[in-house]
């Protein structure tokens, strides 16, 4: 009885300890600098409270920064979703076994891809210029489409490489969870005359639930991480339209200013904002 | 013919190294690996093919250079020498100087510059902005000030003289401004950045009288900074597309690639558009010092030793030796013989008859001319980064239409001004 009481904490201590070393430190240390007025070029620094985190509600580009964020966040996760759940469902129900197969492995090349060579990629893709994705615009029109300078596309412009990237690999992963329900629920579905998206709508993808929010989880968290794709491809501009909180943290961390308890005090906030809305979500989600 | 001439050239390197090296490898005796971090630079890749001979001269000692695009290596660079320091050597530019000096971040250069490499050589305004509070921290692998580059084709065709003052250039790039047969007036620098849009805005705001501070009290925001702004976003509109968040690269790549009648840009631009294999325009163009009242932008950009990494004297020798051999005579030599003209920083060099030979008279008097006209258009100060990369991202917003009042955006600038100087005492 003993040896089972303890078993799991031979099994936990070590894995604990590691995120103590990796996670707790620097969060603790984030938080202690962010009561402090530290920059990069001074090696001191003294106890300023809660100044920093009573700057950035004044500071106009840390609320414009909130705002891209959360733009970011349901611009990304919404159309990767559907994205994931349209064509996972397309490639289900209209393409044969053998085909499906050949397309999953396509459909997994973009995410396989590192982050940055699919930036650059893109960014040169839609140069007003030389891209090939700009140029049938240029060809018919016969002006050039600038959409990364553009404040109004540019963000849109970022999204959807990043949903180039997520939504079809979800696709697959979606065309799988598919290809693993019973298919007894569909013939009965059917034999009550429903229509093909009635199926889909009242039958598969309740199934699904569970998986289908995980995998809207696993997009959040990634694209609250978004930071290199979005600095190569625009750096936040222009001017600051793409400016997400973690690139603004990053700026004056280590760019601008080098302001680095101001830049903490970002990242403590975000820390909160996340752990919370998360656990909201979650406890909602009730999988 | 042409071989003869290298292997004398190589004879000639080879004996002047040999006779370097005899005197300076009594003193050094480097083993250790001297790491670098630099932005790319034809020069520095150059050297790499000569490791042989570093190892040679430094008693054994080899390099490894870490490249990172400008605006990444100064934020490495920042973040590296407050924190770890990593690197026994940093690649450091006028903008940043005298943070990285004031910072305790780079030893004195003249300390452990070997004198037979004749550091007064250096074009003497490269050697000004190397300098910082008296003392020389880095020696230059690039610099100089800003030509006007036109084609002179295009200019011909329309009956347009090169211009020489600014309302002349105006009139031209909007009448060259041609879109529907993919030709632009001009291409500007857009991306924020102090050494970006900021760079390219300086020389209005400077020309029109501007200035930054008087002592600590911020004087920027007057009407000389309201004109340049408005001049820059009117020039602007015949800027070619990409540029409105572009930097060097892209108003560069515009111009060689044959869409832009008239460009002012830093004097590597004229090595680049007069090179075959870089530039389709090579055989059209025409260059001039900036119109009047225009300054040139002056710059340098060089290697400067790393104090945390280089924690005893010896190993500040040995990042000092290697400073002085990759902006060697020789060295240099090597990089006028490969054609890389925005690597040549010496007089010895540019006055030389190999260099005239190469590029010609015209090209040498243009330098000559635009030197009397190049300025120091920052602010030289360790918070100049911080304020020009502040006002970098209010320009693009200006630039991108995000905000439209001018003089809302200086009211802004002077506020974090006042602030940066604050903080900063």
């Known amino acids: 009885m003993k040896n089972k009481s303890t078993l799991p904490w031979v099994f936990l201590t070590p894995a604990m300890v590691v995120l103590a070393v990796l996670a707790l430190v620097p969060t603790v240390c984030a938080i202690v600098i962010s009561f402090e007025d530290r920059e990069l070029s001074r090696p001191d620094g003294n106890f300023v409270g809660f100044d920093n985190y009573l700057a950035l509600f004044s500071d106009r580009r840390f609320v414009n920064a909130i705002t891209v964020s959360l733009s970011w966040e349901v611009i990304t996760v919404g159309f990767t979703m559907l994205i994931a759940v349209g064509l996972g469902i397309l490639l289900f129900e209209c393409v044969s076994p053998r085909t499906r197969k050949i397309l999953a492995l396509l459909f997994i090349v973009p995410v396989v891809l590192p982050r940055v060579s699919a930036a650059f990629v893109w960014k040169f893709a839609f140069h007003p210029l030389y891209g090939i994705a700009t140029y049938p615009y240029k060809a018919i029109t016969g002006q050039p489409l600038d959409l990364l300078s553009n404040p109004l596309t540019a963000l849109g412009t970022v999204a959807l490489v990043d949903v180039w990237q997520w939504g079809l690999f979800f696709s697959v992963i979606v065309l799988k969870l598919l290809e693993t329900l019973p298919p007894q629920p569909f013939e009965a579905a059917r034999l009550d005359h429903a229509r093909t998206w009635e199926v889909y709508t009242y039958v598969a993808l309740p199934m699904l639930k569970a998986p289908l929010i995980s995998l809207a989880f696993v997009k959040m968290i990634e694209s609250l991480r978004a930071f290199d794709l979005i600095y190569v491809m625009t750096r936040g501009g222009p001017g600051i339209s793409t400016e997400t909180l973690d690139m603004y943290a990053f700026s004056q961390g280590f760019i601008e200013s080098g302001r680095i308890s101001y830049a903490s005090g970002m990242a403590v906030l975000m820390m909160i904002a996340t752990s919370l809305a998360f656990t909201v979500i979650w406890k909602r989600a009730k999988i | 013919m042409k071989d003869l001439k290298a292997l004398v050239s190589s004879i000639a390197i080879a004996c002047a190294l040999a006779s370097s090296a005899s005197s300076i490898a009594a003193a050094a005796q480097c083993t250790d690996t001297i790491r670098v971090i630099a932005q790319p630079r034809d020069g520095l890749t150059l050297l790499e093919n000569y490791k042989d001979e570093f190892a040679k001269l430094s008693g054994g000692a080899d390099f490894q250079i870490d490249y990172l695009n400008e605006n990444d290596r100064r934020a490495k660079t920042k973040a590296d020498a407050s924190t770890i320091g990593k690197y026994n050597v940093y690649y450091i530019d006028e903008a940043n100087v005298a943070l990285f000096a004031k910072s305790g971040w780079v030893a004195p250069l003249a300390d452990y510059y070997p ?311």
């Open chain 2, 115 to 425: 004198a037979d490499y004749d550091y007064a050589d250096f074009d003497p305004g490269r050697q000004k902005v190397a300098t910082y509070d008296g003392k020389v921290w880095f020696a230059p692998l690039t610099g100089g000030g800003d030509l006007m580059v036109y084609r002179k084709d295009l200019l011909e065709a329309a009956g347009i003289k090169p211009p020489t003052t600014l309302d002349e250039y105006v009139a031209a790039i909007k009448a060259l401004h041609q879109p529907d047969k993919g030709i632009y007036g001009t291409a500007l620098r857009g991306q924020r950045g102090s050494g970006a849009n900021v760079w390219r805005w300086m020389p209005y705001f400077k020309g029109f009288g501007g200035n930054w501070f008087d002592g600590d009290k911020p004087v920027f925001d007057g009407d000389a900074a309201v004109k340049a702004t408005e001049t820059y976003l009117e020039i602007f509109k015949y800027s070619a597309p990409g540029s409105q968040t572009g930097g060097w690269d892209e108003a560069v790549g515009a111009f060689t690639s044959g869409q832009v009648a008239l460009l002012i840009e830093s004097t590597p631009l004229v090595g680049m558009a007069l090179d075959p294999k870089a530039s389709q325009v090579a055989d059209k163009i025409g260059y001039l010092p900036p119109p009047t009242p225009l300054t040139g932008g002056g710059y340098g950009h060089g290697l400067a030793i790393g104090t945390k990494a280089n924690k005893t004297e010896e190993a500040k020798q040995c990042a000092g030796l290697f400073i002085a051999w990759a902006t060697s005579k020789e060295n240099e030599q090597r990089r006028l013989d490969e054609g890389q003209f925005s690597e040549l920083n010496r007089t010895s060099v540019m006055t030389s008859p190999k260099f005239a030979e190469r590029y010609g008279p015209d090209l040498g008097q243009a330098l000559a001319d635009t030197g009397k006209v190049t300025a120091v258009n920052f602010w030289q100060n360790a918070s100049w980064p911080d304020l020009g990369d502040r006002w970098g991202i209010i320009l693009e917003e200006l630039i991108t239409g995000t905000r439209t009042d001018v003089k809302e955006g200086l009211d802004e600038l002077n506020g974090f001004a006042t602030d940066l100087v604050a903080r900063s005492q």
